[in-house]
């Protein structure tokens, strides 16, 4: 009597499980760390601790280390929150002078100075977002201190100009689809600094592959 074929039924079901939970893992984590991200920019002030937390989370999971993302980002978010605060007014304060530049730009009548104030406010904001860019993914990885990634920023900025470019047109696409359609807020936190972290890291390792 020929014996029946072993039934392969129960380990496809368990691997859909296993699919399923790694998926429903995933989701968490994409979403989980974009929502803390925007909470924790909600006081403002706050905004450079939280976009930090979110930076290094980032990195930790593109080195393969995945600890619980609610506990990282609250022991992230906590650290040097005073020096983080100071960042963070300074940034805001920059945002401010670059908008009322651009503003008073395009409300004077005289048509030369409308348009050098107007592209001195473009200027300036290229120039934020592009030292941001750089900067976070940089002090996610190496940490130091402000001048040490100041010094790293204006390296990879020179060494791999490109690298900045697509950074800032990156981050300028993410800006305008959330405009769009804000409902991708929900996972543009986790988009954006996975891009950027990427970004620098290629850039990090073609520097160090020329200077050798």
Known sequence: ????????????????????????????????????????CLPVITAATS????FRLVNQRRKGDYRPVTREFWHEFKRAPVARAGVSAVVLLAVFGVAQTFVAGMVLTDPTRST???????????????????????????????????RRTVAVAFGRPGTTVVAVFLTAAIIVAVVMVPPLLLIAGWVWASLLTALSRSAVNRLRGVTR
Do not use: D, K, Y
């Open 1 to 40: 009597m020929a014996e029946a074929a072993p039934s392969t039924a129960a380990p496809e079901s368990a691997g859909g499980v296993l699919r399923l939970h790694a998926l429903l893992e995933r989701i968490w984590e994409v979403v989980g760390i974009s929502v803390l991200w925007l909470l924790g």
């Open 51 to 54: 976009t930090m937390a979110l």
């Open 116 to 150: 050098v104030l107007q592209a001195a406010g473009l200027t300036g904001a290229v120039a934020l977002i592009g030292a941001a860019a750089a900067a976070l993914p940089l002090q996610a990885e190496f940490g130091g201190s402000l001048l040490v990634t100041l």
